[in-house]
């Protein structure tokens, strides 16, 4: 709240007013943990979207044009939703800008948790690069998801969105997928030899060497998810998402209409009910 200036009523008596200018909800319940960008990372074994999914009937607020930023998450999640998609975001701004980011992410907190970042683009290197900030910068982003269901002309026009389904491009696609997985999957250090066990020569010796561990600091899991839409035949699809699968994604999850066709040659992207 606000104090504007003192104004004097017909009776001559002074009157303060005061505007709300400012609106922060706050969870009330057990204590939330820090989520600035200098606190530690939430540390978890397994993605809470995926445990979720696991436990299965999550209520997830899927990504809508203009209705998915901060605002409308936080009213979401107060009714329910367990799970939240950012808007779609252009990972080549999103890696090149931090002024973009703070726009479209903006302060990390505790009650938009689970949180999925969900990016486009076409490269792989610039997709596994927004993908890394965001997992980086915002600890409560749970997930990373790529788009390749848009339909739009900006999408046609950058070649993005359901316009990567085509055959012709799923070595990209493949390639954009494994790179995300790579981006945020948690880093692995050598384990120090055992000094008092190991014999040069021995079976130690080499195990030793080789080990890799993943500590407690660094068990914080990433989900890596890809939004499809069909293609022309069930088996095609399933290939598809047989493909992302095996490239390093947790989830698929699918828009059950045809890929976008701006040319109007085939089912296009918005021609009839679902396909259950």
């Known amino acids: 709240l606000e104090e504007a200036d003192a104004a004097e009523d017909g009776g001559g008596d002074m009157i303060r007013k005061t505007r709300l200018t400012h609106l922060d909800w706050t969870k009330v319940g057990a204590a939330a943990p820090d989520l600035s960008p200098q606190s530690k990372p939430l ?6 979207y995926l445990e979720l999914l696991d436990r299965g009937a999550a209520r997830i607020v899927a990504p809508m044009v203009g209705g998915s930023e901060l605002a409308f998450r936080l009213l ?10 950012t808007p779609m ?8 800008s931090e002024t973009y980011r703070r726009t479209w992410l903006e302060a990390p907190r505790s009650d938009d948790f ?6 486009c683009g076409n490269d792989p290197d610039t997709v596994g690069a927004a993908c890394r900030l ?9 997930a990373v998801d790529l788009n390749l269901g848009c339909p739009q002309r900006v999408a046609y026009s950058g070649h993005f969105g359901s316009y990567l389904l085509g055959s012709e491009d799923r070595d990209r696609v493949k390639a954009i997928v494994r ?31 080789d080990a890799l561990d993943n500590t407690e600091e660094e068990a914080r899991s990433i989900a890596v998810c890809v939004k499809i839409r069909l293609l022309d035949s069930f088996d095609e699809t399933r290939a598809l998402v047989e493909d992302l699968r095996d490239s390093g994604a947790d989830v698929v999850a699918v828009h ?14 918005r021609d009839g009910p679902a396909d259950l």
């Open 76 to 85: 979401c999640r107060r009714h329910g939703a367990e799970v939240a998609y």
């Open 179 to 209: 790179a995300m997985r790579a981006a945020v999957s948690p880093p692995q250090r050598r384990r120090a030899p055992n000094k008092k066990t190991r014999r040069r020569g021995s079976a130690e010796d080499d195990s030793d060497d």
């Open 256 to 269: 059950a209409r045809k890929r976008a066709t701006w040319h109007k040659r085939g089912p296009g992207a």
């Open 114 to 119: 689970p949180l999925v970042a969900h990016f």
């Open 43 to 48: 540390v978890q074994k397994k993605s809470r």
């Open 89 to 96: 975001m252009r990972a080549d701004e999103f890696a090149a």
């Open 134 to 142: 965001a997992v980086e910068e915002w600890p409560n982003v749970d």
